[in-house]
């Protein structure tokens, strides 16, 4: 069993972008948008800003009051889309409950979608000749290329449909040769097909969901929940001290996945500054 150590290869590929960075003639530019007070929001974009100073991209935090309108959020995103400076633009989410953030994101051009959220960016995934794509599911496919992990006629399994991890995550596995799996709410025999995997990836958000009885032996399980457990204490969705002796490779949460979503963000803001 061995542990992925998210944290490591994220300070590994950050390195080497920041190379990368330096040695290009322009600088890139993200715009951050953060719409109201949300706590969990405020620490993400903090640590966004922070990753683009140590890279040197230039970074334009920009925050509206909870009370703001569509039209207003929608207008900013024209605004940023037009501006040469600006080579990505990431609208934080959630938006307060009166926004429709499907609606806005549509004002994001999809040159500058540095989420891989538009349709043409989830269209280019689905014709397997993506660009810019979703952070968190790049970041697992990074992870396990790190690991010689080859993904090639294993069964991967994806709990979880959601269009910001779940549907890409699955689209990225397929597009490597992995023979896929979706799971969802509505699924019989969860735990037989979850058994069956030899790539099983989590992305549902409930703390602990996954036990030891749901993994094969030898299986790889990537974590991508962060949830807080009974204690308060932050955890995946695996129960990690009673699945990882089962497991070939594991990710634990804190310290797997999430250090690679924000790295993969960096990558992708490059990605649009340079057009490669």
């Given at each position: 069993m061995k542990i992925i150590d998210g944290k490591a290869l994220a300070a590994e590929l950050r390195a080497e972008l920041k190379t990368k960075i330096e040695k290009s003639d322009r600088k890139p530019g993200l715009a951050v948008v953060i719409v109201g007070e949300d706590p969990a929001s405020r620490i993400y974009v903090r640590n966004k800003i922070k990753a683009c100073g140590e890279l040197g991209i230039r970074s334009y935090a920009y925050e509206l009051p909870e009370t703001s309108t569509q039209e207003e959020v929608?207008?900013?995103?024209?605004?940023?889309?037009?501006?040469?400076?600006?080579?990505?633009?990431l609208l934080q989410l959630p938006l307060p409950r009166h926004l429709d953030a499907e609606k806005a994101e549509l004002h994001i051009p999809f040159e500058k979608d540095v989420d891989g959220f538009s349709a043409e960016n989830l269209g280019l995934l689905m014709k397997h000749k993506e660009k810019v794509v979703a952070c968190t599911p790049l970041g697992v496919m990074k992870m396990l290329e790190k690991e010689g992990i080859d993904p090639t006629g294993k069964h991967a399994v994806v709990l979880g449909r959601s269009e910001t991890v779940g549907k890409p995550m699955?689209?990225?596995l397929l597009n490597a040769n992995a023979t896929v799996t979706v799971c969802h709410s509505k699924t019989q025999n969860l735990k037989e097909i979850c058994r069956s995997a030899d790539i099983l990836v989590s992305a549902i958000g409930k703390a602990k969901?996954?036990?030891a009885d749901m993994v094969k032996d030898g299986a790889v399980v990537i974590?991508?929940?962060?949830?807080?457990?009974?204690?308060?204490?932050?955890?995946?969705?695996?129960d990690f001290e009673n699945v990882k002796e089962k497991t070939s490779y594991i990710t634990?949460?804190?310290?797997?996945?999430?250090?690679m979503t924000i790295t993969m963000l960096m990558y992708n803001t490059y990605l649009t500054a340079n057009k490669e």
């Open positions: 929608e207008n900013l995103l024209d605004t940023l889309g037009k501006d040469g400076d600006i080579d990505g633009i699955a689209m990225l969901f996954v036990t974590d991508v929940g962060m949830n807080r457990d009974e204690n308060g204490k932050l955890c995946g969705d695996v634990p949460v804190p310290g797997g996945v999430g250090p």
